[in-house]
């Protein structure tokens, strides 16, 4: 089995490190470490160029998506048959891969129909508690006990193990998302291929924000407007290809509506340039329609 690690960085060259770190003195190492440099100007190129067992590329900054669309593309034509993806501020803890490895080799010997696309690890915070904005979505019924293995039904990619046959058959994530909701289309379009999703509750890393957060509208600072600009027209993209039409307009119209007026009563500040996010994004969902890139 080959796996190989993909990492998007951008300007964190000391998160990096500590990342590369982490995959170096895995229990059971990947074959392969690539990164995808979004064009970093803090000596992370200099850095890279110095690490002979790294593969890494260098590219304009057209964002995480497009980092993530490059780097399962590169690892692909490596001949991975699993890539495992985390954006630089993931540190592994030094058994993770080794428990998502173990949960899908038991899976294997457990299921009838071990057709798995992803296995995702339990992402805490620096201080050991859940992280708020990398919970897996809706786990499901724990489906074998002894092993602790849970079905769920999305994940990010802060420690995403992908199989190669899931790729081929659903194509790259879409890399006009340009930043949020990449994650979770790429792993809903994986699923709705009959393929299934697992979380590896034994395999453990840390996402190294500033604060343990869930992403908001009604609260975050004003200097993460920009990345509303493009999670609120994924989000009804995502909405669209897979609850249908009707939800999209309504959810539509609820923001139109409904959204100005929760973002006044719960925003302290900036209230008008969310807003007009809130405004603009909607409309731009209307005629947001990225195509997917299949490999052979």
Sequence with gaps: MKIIAVIVTYNRINLLKECVTALRTQTKKPCEIIIINNNSSDGTTDWLNEQKDIIHKVLPNRGGAFGFYEGIKHAYTQQGDWIWLMDDDTIPHHSALMHLTNTLTLTILESNNPKVGFLASRVLWTDGSEHLMNKQLKITTQKYPINDIFAIDGSTFVSLLVSREAIKTVGLPIKEFFIWGDDIEFTKRIQQNGFEGLLAIKSEVIHKTFTNYKCSIYDDTNSNLWKYKFGLRNELYT?????????????????IFYWPLLICINRKDNKLDFIKVVWKTSLQSLLFNPSIEYLE
């Design 239 to 255: 909405r669209k290809k897979y609850k249908g039409k009707a939800s999209f307009y309504r959810h539509i119209l609820k923001r």
